[in-house]
């Protein structure tokens, strides 16, 4: 017979419980902790992207003309351009190199797709990071449910009345 029947859920035990709450645990922390990670990376590619605006504003404009450059944070800084074909851009570890405006760009938009692509990743973490906690949330239901039902079918005592 191949009937279906449902799942039998069997009761954990005490340790397979403690164990499971502190997978869970472990996985919020991760969670948390990859959340953070990704929010602080949108926020770099929030730069990226701000740089990449000002530098193609920059393109057509002329030596010795007066501008507002973004600073962050939503402030800017008067500026009279002295070389606006050339960029200097920061390649990490501090370091920053004077670049043509389309070779800036090309460097900017090549650091905006791999952070992107490092966001997708993290957020595809984070999503079967959610999964594995539903699930663990799920068991854990369930098994409060079979303790439950297992409290219930046993005799109680009846408690003593004064009358």
Sequence with gaps: MSGKAGKQVQLLTQ??????????????????????QANMLQITIRDVETALTTVTALKDETAGKETLVPIGFGSFVNATLTSPDKIVVGIGAGVSVEKSVDDAKGLLDKRKEELTKYHDKLNETLTKM????????????????????????QPRQQPMHAE
């Design 130 to 153: 959610g999964q594995e906690l539903q699930n663990i949330q799920k068991i854990m239901q369930q098994q409060a449910q079979l303790y439950q039902a297992q409290q219930s079918s």
């Design 15 to 36: 340790q397979q419980l403690q164990e499971l709450s502190g997978r869970y645990q472990q996985l919020q922390s991760q969670a948390e902790a990859i959340s953070q």
